[in-house]
T-cell receptor, first 116, second 111 residues
Framework: GAVVSQHPSWVICKSGTSVKIECRSL??????MFWYRQFPKQSLMLMAT?????????EQGVEKDKFLINHASLTLSTLTVTSAHPEDSSFYIC????????????FGPGTRLTVL | RKEVEQDPGPFNVPEGATVAFNCTYS??????FFWYRQDCRKEPKLLMS???SGNEDGRFTAQLNRASQYISLLIRDSKLSDSATYLC????????????FGSGTRLLVRP
């Protein structure tokens, strides 16, 4: 149980394009989902927290107009990187917390984004 | 100062060795503490929670010292499969959901 999937697992795009990453909780309802970013040899940095049906809460320094988060259902959250640039190339990981998971976050496998 | 600090390593040890990792955190109000394991290009996976009383799970022992704001992980009888990056993680005092990750300590276990 408690499986989280992400799609795509990797994506290469041209500078200036937008990329959408999906995060799904497959066997539980996720009351809260988190989006992280990890640059090589660095720690996971929380970008934003999203609750189903409400606007995401962004961490300091994360541009909400650039990283659009939608959490339309209890099993799906999406992160759209708008007008991507090479410096946005990173490993994006989502996690989800369910009602009965005692706040344990279950992580998706991550999406590796490369912007050319 | 980083909220969670770890020695990046790498720690290069032979199979069967005992190895210890340390971590310090800056927020004295931090409530929960964990060790995660992350393999290259993969998501982090929960290894164990850390309690003040200390806890053990097989070859792994974790310890928390709240007074010193210090967390440790001890791995006994290292296996090749233990090679990974070990992440020290805390939750801030204002939210039980958020996780603050250290940058990790890399462990290489050689034959």
């Amino acid at each position: 149980g408690a499986v989280v999937s992400q799609h795509p697992s990797w994506v290469i795009c041209k500078s200036g394009t937008s990329v959408k990453i999906e995060c799904r909780s497959l066997d539980f309802q996720a009351t809260t989902m988190f989006w992280y970013r990890q640059f090589p040899k660095q720690s996971l940095m929380l970008m934003a927290t999203s609750n189903e049906g409400s606007k995401a809460t962004y961490e300091q320094g994360v541009e909400k107009d650039k990283f659009l988060i939608n959490h339309a259902s209890l099993t799906l959250s999406t992160l759209t990187v708008t007008s991507a640039h090479p410096e946005d190339s990173s490993f994006y990981i989502c996690s989800a917390v369910g009602r009965s998971s005692y706040n344990e976050q279950f992580f998706g496998p991550g999406t590796r984004l490369t912007v050319l | 100062r980083k909220e969670v600090e770890q020695d990046p390593g790498p720690f290069n040890v032979p199979e069967g060795a005992t190895v210890a990792f340390n971590c310090t955190y800056s927020n004295s109000a931090s409530q929960s503490f964990f060790w995660y394991r992350q393999d290259c290009r993969k998501e982090p996976k929960l290894l164990m929670s850390v309690y003040s009383s200390g806890n053990e799970d097989g070859r792994f022992t974790a310890q928390l010292n709240r007074a010193s704001q210090y967390i440790s992980l001890l791995i006994r009888d290292s296996k090749l499969s233990d090679s990974a990056t070990y992440l020290c993680v805390v939750t801030p005092g204002d939210s039980s959901y958020k996780l603050i990750f250290g940058s990790g300590t890399r462990l290489l276990v050689r034959p």
